[in-house]
């Protein structure tokens, strides 16, 4: 019997994993409007032999991925996204000390070519992260860092920079904020970065976690989803791979 890729898994299996999703719930931070999340639960082990809880969400609840049709309408959506783009190489992009000096701060094509410059160029076909530390807010109620005159501030993609990862081929971004856009373009209800980004039929997970512990280069991400049929957006399970 050929050993196929069993080897292989057992190489992964010796790798450090490095969950990159929030566990979702009612409560917890979301996108400005949508709805909070309830949790039903329908039957109980201890009296019914089994548990059943109904989850009621938006699709772009927690740690989500977005499909192109989740600005497009002709794009393809989550089930046309194929399996083979579960397993990617990942780069991350580490924004976060500019972030906390300047929350506004967007990730720019100097940004990249910095990245590049110790890194060399970014590959064709992988996954690019942006690092911020904006996860740490994530029980604070301050995901958008309002001020006292209510005015939103997150960090996030600028269009050029990802027109550049375009022009890399990679595949798809994600980030730790709610959305691919800084706050104040959320704000004015603008989102030329992920409708750029998802226009041009890439992908994207938000509200990543734990993006601190990875390195900058070598590791896998494989990130997962149910497939709604004609969905556009879904929580996301997500996890790095980082060979010791």
């Given at each position: 019997?050929?050993?196929?890729?069993?080897?292989?898994?057992?190489?992964?299996?010796?790798?450090?994993?490095?969950?990159?999703?929030?566990?979702?719930?009612?409560?917890?931070?979301?996108?400005?409007?949508?709805?909070?999340?309830?949790?039903?639960?329908?039957?109980?082990?201890?009296?019914?032999?089994?548990t059943?809880?109904?989850?009621?969400?938006?699709?772009?609840?927690?740690?989500?991925?977005?499909?192109?049709?989740?600005v497009?309408?002709?794009?393809?959506?989550?089930?046309?996204?194929?399996?083979?783009d579960?397993?990617?190489?990942?780069?991350?992009?580490?924004?976060?000390?500019?972030?906390?000096?300047n929350p506004?701060?967007?990730?720019?094509?100097?940004?990249?070519?910095?990245?590049?410059?110790?890194?060399?160029?970014?590959?064709?076909?992988?996954?690019?992260?942006?690092?911020?530390?904006?996860?740490?807010?994530?029980?604070?109620?301050?995901?958008?860092?309002?001020?006292?005159?209510?005015?939103?501030?997150?960090p996030?993609?600028?269009?050029?920079?990802?027109?550049?990862?375009?022009?890399?081929?990679?595949?798809?971004?994600?980030?730790?904020?709610?959305?691919?856009?800084?706050?104040?373009?959320?704000?004015?209800?603008?989102?030329?970065?992920?409708?750029?980004?998802?226009?041009?039929?890439h992908?994207?997970?938000?509200?990543?976690?734990?993006?601190?512990?990875?390195?900058?280069?070598?590791?896998?991400?494989?990130?997962?989803?149910?497939?709604?049929?004609?969905?556009?957006?879904?929580?996301?399970?997500?996890?790095?791979?980082?060979?010791?």
């Amino acid at each position: 019997m050929s050993p196929g890729l069993w080897e292989t898994a057992a190489l992964l299996r010796t790798a450090e994993f490095t969950d990159l999703s929030h566990h979702f719930a009612p409560d917890q931070p979301r996108f400005p409007g949508d709805p909070d999340a309830t949790l039903t639960r329908l039957s109980d082990a201890a009296s019914d032999g089994f548990t059943i809880d109904q989850h009621c969400f938006v699709g772009p609840w927690g740690t989500h991925v977005d499909a192109p049709a989740h600005v497009d309408p002709a794009g393809r959506t989550l089930s046309e996204i194929s399996p083979r783009d579960s397993i990617l190489p990942l780069v991350v992009l580490d924004l976060s000390a500019e972030a906390a000096a300047n929350p506004d701060v967007e990730l720019s094509p100097t940004h990249l070519h910095s990245w590049e410059a110790i890194h060399g160029q970014i590959p064709a076909g992988s996954f690019v992260a942006l690092r911020t530390d904006w996860s740490l807010r994530w029980d604070s109620g301050q995901m958008y860092d309002t001020d006292s005159q209510g005015h939103r501030h997150s960090p996030g993609w600028s269009v050029a920079a990802l027109q550049l990862l375009h022009q890399r081929q990679v595949i798809a971004i994600g980030h730790e904020t709610l959305d691919a856009d800084p706050g104040a373009s959320v704000e004015l209800a603008q989102f030329p970065a992920q409708r750029w980004w998802l226009e041009h039929d890439h992908w994207q997970i938000e509200a990543l976690t734990n993006l601190a512990a990875l390195p900058a280069t070598g590791a896998l991400i494989i990130a997962t989803w149910p497939v709604p049929r004609d969905g556009v957006a879904f929580p996301a399970r997500a996890c790095a791979l980082v060979l010791p």
